[in-house]
Each structure stands twice: as C-alpha cells, then as structure tokens.
C-alpha cells in the first residue's frame, strides 16, 4: 500500500464538483459489481458536492480525510477549498476506484484499505489528528458492528474542533439502520446539523457534526 501525492493541484481541466460522462460509467459499472460496497446508485452532483466541501477549512494545514470517495465527485470541490498547505486523504476499497482516483486526483493520497481500518491508515501516514472526515460509504447497508466501529474510530481521529460529515439517501433516515445510525451521532457529537439537498437523484440527507465529545461528556 503506498499514498499517491504527485502535485498540489488538481487537473485545470476539471469543473470543482462536476462528475464526466466516463466516472459515471466506472461508477455504475463498481456499484453493478460490488453494490454491498458503494454507497449510492450514481455519484452525488455538484449541488451535493459544493455543499458538502463548505466544512473544509480555507485557512492553515487541514487534514482532510474522505472514507469511500468513488469516482472523486466529492473530492475536486474539497480540492477547490483546501489551502496548499492542507493534505488530503481518501481510503477506498474498490481496487478500480483507486487506481481512477491516483490517475485523476493526484493531490489526494489515495489509499486502498477498508474504512475500518481508519487508524491504522492514519497511523502509517504519520497523521495525529483530523480536521475533516467525509464519509459517502453505504452507512445504512453496514451491520451494526462495523457501523458503530468506523464511527468510533472517526470520533477518535477528530480534532476537538473536528467536523464529520455523512451523506445517506434521504428514506434511509427512516430505516432501523439510519435511526440507529442518527443515535449514535447525536450522542457523539456536540452539535449535529442536518441537511437536505433535493436537487440530486435520489435527494440526499447530509449530517454535519461538529465537536466530537468525551466518553463522559456522552
């Protein structure tokens, strides 16, 4: 496993947000192939994307991590807001996705492991602590296990000022899985703020959740 970090910069040739006609394809072809490991029928749009990337910071050296960024459609409007100073981690588990992802965002240090595997990750990569966690993985498809040990793990990843963002289908709030799901962030989380973007196929719910608490703040 090595981390791609060639340049600074994303391709010129790239709208931040915009997904082409050919990541499309590669996304409906990996969510066809492994629909248990992706966590939407198509990638998310420039709506879902613009908003999502507001959490990153414009100031200092953020670490920004994406746990399951696909084709990248979230990654070019996170590029767009993170300073040069700033260092961006993805960690996929489609083989394919990752060697799309080192081939068309080569600032991000795209890794392929499983996001229960967050720490060690961030421990091979020298990274302490996190100021964003993106997570687009399929939350509502995960078994209860994993679910509350990939959360555990962002929580603890988290700067105290640390922010975690989710994107779920909007029905899926109204599962057992996505109530179970809603619980735990607002017992782990300071403040939990929840968004609606409509303009995307099917509308998706975003969770924003900022200040991770303690164990005795819980």
């Known amino acids: 496993m090595t981390a791609q970090h060639h ?39 420039q709506a879902v994307s613009r908003t999502v990337a507001q959490v990153v910071p414009r100031t200092g ?49 795209t890794i392929h492991a499983d996001a229960r595997d967050l720490r060690g990750v961030l421990d091979r990569l020298g990274v302490g602590a996190v100021d964003v966690i993106v997570t687009s993985i399929p939350w509502a498809l995960l078994p209860e296990d ?20 989710a994107l779920t289908y909007l029905p899926m709030q109204h599962t057992p899985t996505g109530r179970r799901f809603g619980t735990r962030l607002h017992s782990g989380f300071d403040e939990v703020l929840i968004h609606a973007t409509w303009r995307n196929l099917p509308p998706i719910l975003h969770y924003t959740c900022r200040r991770p608490l303690q164990a005795t703040e819980q």
């Not at 994303?10 to 072809?29: N, V």
């Not at 040990?149 to 988290?158: F, K, Y």
């Open 146 to 165: 994993a679910q509350e040990d990939i959360l555990r793990q962002c929580h603890e990843a988290l700067t105290p000022a640390g922010v975690f963002t």
């Open 7 to 45: 340049g600074r910069h994303s391709p010129t040739h790239r709208t931040p947000g915009r997904t082409t006609l050919a990541e499309y394809r590669r996304f409906l072809r990996t969510a066809l192939r492994s629909p248990a490991t992706v966590g939407a029928a198509t990638p998310t749009s």
């Open 61 to 109: 050296s953020p670490v920004v991590v994406e746990l399951g960024p696909g084709t990248g459609s979230l990654s070019g409007a996170i590029h767009h807001r993170l300073p040069e100073s700033g260092r961006h981690v993805g960690i996929e588990l489609d083989e394919g996705l990752v060697r799309h992802l080192r081939a068309n965002y080569p600032r991000m240090e």
